[in-house]
């Protein structure tokens, strides 16, 4: 399986990036999926996932901002990030992980990884 990560970029505070992950190799729509994120000199930390079904959990750091989807038929899972602030700064990765209908957390639980793509907010 292959995650491939796109729509990063430079915005200012307060504007909108939507990322996209499309995932080749095998159809992931019973899989869970989710976005990590990893800023400068922190570690890796959950931002959002989706399970098969759709049930949705956020970081609060991003709860309310931040809007995970999926779209099964093309095999890609969206995250839509709104009121972008600096501190959302990181290279952002999604991943998929197998076996469980719950949302979870845990990176420990995401067999496959995108390569990650860059979002940097300036104040």
């Known amino acids: 399986v292959q995650l491939q990560a796109s729509g990063g970029g430079l915005v200012q505070a307060g504007d909108s990036l939507r990322l996209s992950c499309a995932a080749s190799?095998?159809?992931?729509?019973?899989?869970?999926m989710g976005w990590f994120r990893q800023a400068p000199g922190k570690e890796r930390e959950f931002v959002t996932t989706i399970t098969s079904s759709g049930t949705t959990r956020y970081a609060d750091s991003v709860e309310g901002r931040f809007t995970i989807s999926r779209d099964n038929a093309k095999n890609t899972v969206y995250l839509q990030m709104d009121m972008l602030q600096p501190e959302d700064t990181a290279v952002y990765y999604c991943?998929?992980?197998?076996?469980?209908?719950?949302?979870?957390?845990?990176?420990?639980?995401?067999?496959?990884w995108g390569q990650g793509t860059q979002v940097t907010v300036s104040s």
């Open positions: 190799g095998r159809t992931l729509s019973r899989c869970f």
């Open positions: 991943a998929a992980g197998c076996g469980s209908y719950r949302p979870l957390r845990s990176s420990h639980f995401y067999h496959y």
